[in-house]
């Protein structure tokens, strides 16, 4: 059985409390962990499927020393949000994304994958089960983090005998301390995040743990996040710790292709789709710095980061400042984006599914 613990006991109680919202202070919302009251799982076998998963109240999973996650790092996770509208129905973002995306990664991570409906279906009774940690309209998300890990216990290097599916929520606002002030980026020409035949493309967790280092090190100098080079030639960008990165320059917006080396973001994709939609010109290249010297705009897109604008990128003795704001094409694509995701502007492209 899932979620004994203590807060799942206080979820609990609280649920008898039929008020609209949880107890939260949507008006300081960033990006820190407040356990919305439910969660669900579900656990299959190695060479199984996944069954029939379960809502129960959030708390500790048991977990043996040996388990396959905890030694060899043999899991992948997902990043999605609910977000309830001014007339308080909730929406979905384009979830079916990040089913086939994670379908990909246990692919590569030798993992059985809940199927695309099991997934949706999941994100759904999570958005359901813990409709009052969905923030006011304007507040922000109900961040919805779905995890396969291999939770089986095993000694010698192999796929676990167990997997476990699991899907938590916060509610959150802004990813950044920054809010919604523009970033300052660093590039960072050690430590890589990528490397050709690795797992950069998927959401590994082991494609987290070691930028923790390089972002340590930059958040301590003043930056807000770091931009990673390819391993091979230290000239071409790649993405940043938890976000990927486009360029603006005219009429032209810009992203390093998809090439196994860096995640393919669901917001990524939705700003390229949107920006071809509104008669910009999209390349999908690869993008060397010295072009960062020679373009108008830059900014990052993620689930966690939204859609952000950059001011500044340092790299060695060089900052390189940007146009940022409201007039900006980030500024016009994210509030596209934003009203969308929202249900202000109509979601004609079938984006947001309703919980
Ligand atoms: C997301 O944007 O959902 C992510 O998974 C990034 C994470 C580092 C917060």
């Known amino acids: 059985r899932f979620g004994s613990s203590q807060a799942a006991s206080s979820a609990l109680t609280n649920d008898v409390n039929e008020a609209e919202y949880a107890d939260?202070?949507?008006?300081?919302?960033?990006?820190?962990?407040?356990?919305?009251?439910?969660?669900?799982?579900?656990?299959?076998?190695?060479?199984?499927?996944?069954?029939?998963?379960?809502?129960?109240?959030?708390?500790?999973?048991?977990?043996?020393?040996?388990?396959?996650?905890?030694?060899?790092?043999?899991?992948?996770?997902?990043g999605t949000i609910a977000q309830r509208r001014q007339d308080g129905r909730v929406l979905l973002f384009r979830p079916e994304l990040n089913a086939n995306r994670m379908r990909m990664g246990a692919e590569r991570m030798c993992m059985p994958s809940p199927s695309v409906d099991q997934f949706v279906d999941a994100l759904k009774r999570i958005a359901q089960s813990n409709k009052r940690w969905v923030p006011p309209p304007g507040k922000g998300s109900l961040y919805i983090r779905p995890l396969l890990m291999g939770s089986g216990a095993i000694l010698g290097l192999g796929p676990a005998p167990e997997y476990t599916f699991v899907v938590y929520a916060s509610p959150a606002g802004n990813y950044f301390k920054e809010r919604s002030a523009s970033l300052n980026l660093y590039i960072e020409d050690e430590f890589h995040r990528s490397g050709r035949g690795g797992t950069g493309g998927v959401k590994s967790i082991t494609n987290y743990g070691p930028v923790l280092k390089p972002l340590t090190r930059a958040k301590s100098m003043g930056f807000s996040e770091v931009l990673y080079l390819d391993s091979v030639e230290k000239k071409y960008i790649e993405e940043l710790s938890a976000c990927n990165i486009f360029i603006a320059k005219g009429n032209v917006i810009s992203t390093p292709a998809a090439t196994g080396m860096i995640l393919e973001g669901v917001t990524r994709k939705s700003i390229i789709e949107l920006a071809r939609l509104s008669n910009?010109?999209?390349?999908?290249?690869?993008?060397?710095?010295?072009?960062?010297?020679?373009?108008d705009e830059v900014f990052c897109t993620g689930t966690a980061v939204g859609v952000a604008d950059v001011g500044s990128i340092t790299y060695?003795?060089?900052?390189?400042?940007?146009?940022?704001?409201?007039?900006?094409?980030c500024g016009e694509l994210g509030a596209m984006l934003a009203g969308i995701k929202n249900g202000v502007t109509e979601d004609k492209l079938g984006w947001t599914v309703e919980i």
């Open 24 to 78: 939260v202070d949507w008006d300081s919302l960033g990006f820190s962990l407040k356990p919305a009251g439910y969660m669900y799982a579900m656990k299959c076998a190695r060479g199984g499927a996944f069954e029939k998963g379960e809502i129960c109240p959030y708390g500790d999973i048991g977990i043996s020393p040996a388990a396959g996650v905890l030694n060899y790092g043999q899991a992948i996770y997902e």
């Open 280 to 295: 910009y010109k999209v390349e999908e290249r690869s993008i060397a710095i010295d072009e960062l010297f020679d373009t």
């Open 316 to 329: 060695k003795d060089k900052r390189i400042e940007y146009k940022t704001g409201a007039n900006s094409v």
